[in-house]
């Protein structure tokens, strides 16, 4: 496969398996409390914010950043992509959460098809656009239905941004909690006390790291 509108594309089973969860989970809890429930992510912030302010300047991220702001823009309304440190909150989750390899190779395969349409109809990339034209691009690809599970999975990852406890990346100092006029339980989890960290849950550590491999290494 190598574009957004290639036929033989299907839904795949990671996808489907997060859809049945969201639906199943709004069924029973409402969806402002499934919109609320992050996919948990791990990082040094110092480390990380030093490496993701080199990424940000090259492609893939580069582009990703420039989707993740025309998806959700900053307005005088509400925080948007920018202010919810919503690229870290995508670094923390490829490089650190244990989610399956195949959704990370989708977000990124993602990223090239969308410059490659980009260059079939403008012939420029998508951070060359204007405002307009990356409205254009996005528009048609999610008329595809790869373009519009990519699009889903980003607006999915921009949410948990906005509304995650800012241990796990994105919203810094509450600021979504705020927008949204939420209070949010008590206490937030510290590093090291967060999720996939407590006994029991995620067996991850860094770059997705077993903990046992790292024991022995």
């Not at 919503?86 to 990223?111: M, R, S």
């Not at 810094?172 to 996939?196: C, M, V």
């Amino acid at each position: 496969m190598n574009s957004f509108f290639d036929k033989n594309y299907r839904t795949p089973a990671w996808l489907k398996r997060k859809l049945s969860r969201r639906t199943a989970l709004k069924s029973a809890l409402g969806a402002t409390t499934i919109a609320a429930m992050p996919s948990f992510v791990n990082a040094k912030a110092e480390q990380s914010a030093s490496q993701l302010a080199q990424l940000a300047k090259t492609d893939p991220w580069m582009t990703l950043e420039q989707v993740l702001a025309h998806l959700l823009p900053s307005s005088s309304t509400g925080p948007g992509a920018k202010e919810i440190r919503a690229l870290a909150y995508f670094y923390n989750l490829v490089h650190e959460q244990p989610i399956e390899q195949a959704e990370k190779d989708f977000i990124f395969k993602g990223i090239g098809w969308l410059n490659g349409y980009s260059q079939s109809q403008v012939q420029k990339n998508f951070v060359e656009l204007t405002n307009e034209e990356k409205e254009t691009m996005l528009r048609a690809i999610s008329r595809s239905r790869a373009g519009e599970n990519w699009l889903n999975t980003l607006i999915n990852y921009l949410y948990e941004a906005m509304l995650s406890p800012s241990a796990y990346g994105g919203n810094p100092d509450g600021i979504g909690w705020q927008w949204l006029e939420h209070q949010a339980g008590f206490p937030l989890p510290p590093q090291g006390k967060r999720y996939y960290e407590l006994p029991g849950t995620h067996q991850t550590s860094v770059n997705n790291m077993p903990v046992e491999e790292k024991t022995k290494s």
